[in-house]
C-alpha cells in the first residue's frame, strides 16, 4: 500500500493521483457522473471548517475565589479574544475556498462543524498545525487576538462517496492527551499539502492559498478524466 505524507505546496496533483488508487477506491469511480453539476460539467464541492485550537476559557479561570481578580478577569477577556481570532482564521480559510471555487466555476458550498456530513461530491477539509521544538506536529493554538508566529494550513481533497479517513491521531507519548495543542500523528494514508501562514496574516495570504488549492483540483480533475467520465 503507498504511503503519502503531507508534501509542501507544489500542487496537489501528483499526491491525490497516487492516493486514489489504495485500497479505499480507486480513481475511475473517485465520482459518479450522477454527481456532476449539471451546467458546469464539475463535481460539487463542499468545503469543511478547518481545526483549529483556542486558548480554552476555563483556562482563564480562577477557581480559588468566588469573584475573579482583576488579573483573572484580564486572561478571561484574552481567551474571549482568542477564540474571536481562532473563528476569524476558520472563517477566512472557509470563505476564500468558497469563493475560489464559484470564480472557477464550481458549485461550492461551506460546511460548518454541525452540519450534516454530505453522501456525494467531494469536500476539501483540513487542519491547522504547528511544529514544535520536538519536530513534533501539534493541533495550532491560537492564544490571543494578537498572537503571532508560523502556523501551517494542512489540507486534503476527500470523496464523500467513500468513508471518511482521518485526517490525524492523538500522538501516543506521556502526558499528551486530546487537549488544544496536542501532539498529533498525521494519516500517511490521506494526501496532505501544506501552506504556511503567519497567526495574524492577512485575508490576502488566505486568498492566494484558496486559488492555489483550486487550481490543483482542478489540475487533478483535468489530469485523470476518468474520476469524472461515464
Same mark, same amino acid.
Given at each position: 500500500m503507498t504511503r503519502v505524507y503531507p508534501?509542501?505546496?507544489?500542487?496537489? %496533483?501528483?499526491?491525490?493521483?497516487?492516493a486514489f488508487f489504495i485500497a479505499s477506491g480507486a480513481l475511475a469511480v473517485w465520482l459518479p457522473p450522477a454527481q456532476l453539476d449539471a451546467a458546469s460539467d464539475k463535481p460539487k464541492v463542499y468545503v469543511s471548517d478547518f481545526d483549529l485550537d483556542v486558548l480554552p476559557l476555563d483556562a482563564a479561570r480562577n477557581p480559588s475565589t468566588a469573584t475573579p481578580s482583576p488579573a483573572s478577569a484580564d486572561a478571561r477577556k484574552q481567551a474571549q479574544e482568542a477564540r474571536k481570532q481562532a473563528a476569524h482564521m476558520v472563517d477566512l480559510m472557509a470563505t476564500n475556498l468558497v469563493q475560489a471555487l464559484q470564480k472557477a466555476g464550481y458549485t461550492a458550498v461551506r460546511l460548518h462543524s454541525a452540519d450534516a456530513r454530505p453522501d456525494?461530491?467531494?469536500c476539501i477539509r483540513g487542519l491547522f498545525a504547528e511544529i514544535d521544538k520536538e519536530n513534533h506536529w501539534r493541533r495550532a493554538v491560537i492564544r490571543s487576538a494578537t498572537d503571532s508566529g508560523k502556523i501551517?494550513?494542512? %489540507?486534503?481533497?476527500?470523496?464523500l462517496d467513500k468513508p471518511d479517513q482521518a485526517?490525524?491521531?492523538?500522538?501516543?507519548?506521556?502526558?499528551?492527551?486530546?487537549?488544544?495543542?496536542? %501532539?498529533?500523528?498525521?494519516?500517511?494514508?490521506?494526501?496532505?499539502?501544506?501552506?504556511?501562514?503567519?497567526?495574524?496574516?492577512?485575508?490576502?495570504?488566505?486568498?492566494?492559498?484558496?486559488?492555489?488549492?483550486?487550481?490543483?483540483?482542478?489540475?487533478?480533475?483535468?489530469a485523470n478524466p476518468a474520476a469524472v467520465s461515464q
Open positions: 508534501v509542501d505546496a507544489k500542487g496537489l %496533483v501528483l499526491a491525490l493521483s497516487t456525494h461530491g467531494m501551517q494550513a494542512l %489540507v486534503s481533497v476527500a470523496n485526517l490525524y491521531e492523538i500522538a501516543n507519548l506521556p502526558g499528551n492527551s486530546n487537549k488544544p495543542g496536542a %501532539v498529533i500523528t498525521l494519516s500517511p494514508y490521506v494526501p496532505l499539502e501544506k501552506f504556511d501562514f503567519d497567526k495574524d496574516a492577512p485575508e490576502s495570504a488566505f486568498q492566494k492559498t484558496a486559488a492555489h488549492i483550486v487550481n490543483d483540483v482542478t489540475a487533478l480533475l483535468k
